[in-house]
């Protein structure tokens, strides 16, 4: 697809373009690609995301342009999947490393774009911040004692009855509210945790062997193999690029 292609997507495809009042969004990131994965549409928020003088920027370019190989091929995914109607994505918790080393916690809605005649011809939606926002915590209150004890002892043995009991909740209880509220289990959420902790000691130079001993984790091949899954790069890549972009900076 050209450039004007690119540019005119709305137009040729004889539907109207996202209302400018996304622009005043503060806590979310919204977003419009074609089929090539291109970004159409971008608010403002997305082009601070992205480090660009102008939201204009993103219009062309891929994920794959601004997030590590593996996350953009992950969203990629998704996007291919949402487009082919075989995907529901609905504030889907992701953890997204940019190429510069910044995590960014989002709550990712997506939806199949269609031209006039009811065609797919893109996909769009909105990443909720997690970190800008504080109206996406106010659903999960009743987790707020529990989240609490995570993230205090996410680098200990944690029993997930406690956590129930934490949240007045019996343990098949807890842990399905849980998932339904953050696509994911209490013990995929601590290993979350634990991850993000990891790398903000590796971005301030923790070595490899003192960051994983610190964020719980039994072993380094079994650090490196969930840090990898959850970043998308081991932790030795993640350790060079924060250090390059220190020397950059």
Known sequence: ???????????????SSPYAIFD??????????NCNGQFVCANKLLQEKFDL????????????????????????????????GTLVVKDKFEVVVGVNGKLFWLFTTKTPIRNRKGV?????????????????????????????????????????????ELACMS?????RKFKKHFSQTPIQYIKHLRIHQACKLLATGYGIKKAFSETGFCDQSYF??????????????FSLLAEQTKVAS
């Open 1 to 15: 697809m050209t450039a004007m292609d690119v540019k005119n997507f709305y137009a040729k495809h004889g539907i």
């Open 24 to 33: 005043l969004l503060s806590d979310t990131f919204y977003f419009a690609k």
């Open 53 to 84: 003088e102008s939201a204009e920027d993103v219009i062309g370019k891929t994920d794959f342009d601004f997030l590590s190989h593996d996350v953009a091929s992950r969203i990629r995914e998704d996007d291919l999947a949402v487009m082919a």
């Open 120 to 164: 797919i011809v893109g996909v769009e939606g909105f990443s909720r911040d997690a970190e800008r926002s504080q109206n996406i915590i106010e659903p999960f209150q009743v987790f707020k004692s529990s989240i609490e004890y995570m993230q205090r002892e996410y680098m200990n043995d944690i029993n997930i009855a406690d956590l129930a």
């Open 171 to 175: 343990l098949s209880t807890f842990e």
């Open 224 to 237: 490196t193999k969930e840090f990898r899954a959850v970043i998308g790069m081991t932790p030795r890549q």
